[in-house]
DNA sequence: ACCTGAACACCGTTCAAGT
DNA sequence: ACCTGAACACCGTTCAAGT
């Protein structure tokens, strides 16, 4: 057995990074500990991200970005280093011409984007701060200003929409996943100064239902009702 | 000159750390240079925040959260350790009873959240993963309940109504951040595969005005139209 | 081309010690 | 109570070397 060619990629590092974050939180994304996941010494993660950690990240916001590619979930059981996924990659269905209406296109985009965020959450600080120039999302992004063109929207309201839109998505996740601690005993600090608060504390919230209906007025609202 | 009792306080601690991040970035912010910064060692700080690093990230989330207390922009000129605000801090006007309309403290409320996470936002990733449940955030929620009750909501739809005002300025600064780099040259790949994009390329955004509309549009939204 | 192993500068945190 | 200084385990990254 040669110890080198150890079948590394970048995809198959992305994935394995992306367990790690999801399993163990982002802190915890390490280069020696991504090496030991993958049977592989650190420094061996720099020949296929030669600009480092950033890069990496770089890599890992435009998986979760990219709806055309199938995502892993967090698989409990671990198949490890038999590695039978080696060609999978980049089989994108090649653009099926989505004859749908426009605004089933973009629901489905937004459900889908959505339930990508909310799997990976660890990794939403990576997102925050990288801008949305990748392929992945120019390919969103293109969807959407034709869905909007589509729906009879010109220029400038396009635009509009099109930034409406992803920061509706980015928002009710960002606000679900710092939520998701809430439901606990108490916030500590409900005593007599926060009696709305404490008066509808037990109100339980159903995001998914909730991101329906509020993503449904939205479209509503940007392409005149 | 005796070498201890720098004068440190979480307050002080917690405005430098936020000068660095606005000023270097959130990496560079380290508890050795946030000691240089203070003109101390950086051990100094654990005595402050006992739990360390992660501590001192609730506080500055903290901080930011709190529309109460005055924000310091970055200043050019350092007037540095000839400290002049030592009394300053938890000077909260001591809740003045606000007598406007509920759609008025809310706008208020949107217009200041949104221009402290603006100006801070090199410190968007640590608000994304730490849960709202400090007296700075409790105050706000206690606030949006207060408004939308007022605005004739019952129960769970002003819980609804507050988490979509929390994810609409969320999610709006989030997009604002990432565009942000964007107006530049070319996002490198627009080429003939994404049409709609390269013709809106050149439509500018003014995020200022586009926030208010969208704002004035949730709000009509959510308490009957 | 792909991976290893030692090395370097830096990091968060602990702890005993000073005043 | 408040801060220092040395120490420890760990980190990202470089670089020469192996195959």
Redesign the interface.
């Known amino acids: 057995m040669s110890r080198n060619n150890a079948g590394l990629s970048a995809e198959r590092i992305i994935t394995e990074a992306l367990r790690i974050i999801d399993g163990q939180g982002l802190r915890r994304l390490t280069m020696r500990r991504l090496g030991d996941a993958l049977e592989v010494e650190a420094m061996a993660v720099y020949h296929h991200f030669p600009l480092g950690k950033e890069a990496l990240f770089d890599g890992i916001v435009d998986y979760i970005t990219d709806v055309s590619r199938a995502d892993t979930p967090l698989t409990p059981g671990d198949p490890s280093s038999d590695a039978s996924d080696d060609a999978g990659a980049d089989d994108a269905d090649d653009d099926p011409a989505d004859d749908r209406p426009w605004d089933d296109r973009l629901r489905a985009w937004a459900h889908d984007y959505r339930a990508r965020l909310l799997r990976h959450?660890?990794a939403?600080?990576?997102?925050?701060?990288?801008?949305?120039?990748s392929?992945a999302a120019?390919?969103a992004?293109?969807l959407h200003?034709?869905a909007f063109?589509e729906a009879g929207l010109n220029?400038?309201a396009?635009?509009?929409a099109g930034?409406?839109l992803?920061?509706?998505?980015?928002?009710?996740v960002?606000?679900e996943?710092?939520?998701a601690?809430?439901p606990g005993p108490d916030?500590?600090?409900?005593d007599g100064?926060?009696?709305?608060?404490a008066?509808?504390r037990d109100?339980g919230?159903d995001h998914e239902r909730?991101f329906r209906e509020?993503l449904d007025?939205l479209l509503a609202?940007l392409t005149g009702r």
Do not use: E
């Not at 916030?187 to 409900?190: N, S």
């Not at 100064?193 to 608060?197: A, D, E, K, L």
């Open positions: 959450s660890g939403l600080p990576l997102l925050i701060n990288r801008r949305p120039d392929v120019l390919r992004l293109d200003y034709a063109t220029g400038p396009v635009v509009r930034a409406a992803d920061a509706y998505v980015t928002g009710a960002v606000h996943v710092r939520a601690g809430l916030p500590a600090a409900v100064r926060f009696p709305h608060v008066a509808l109100v919230a909730q509020g007025t609202g």
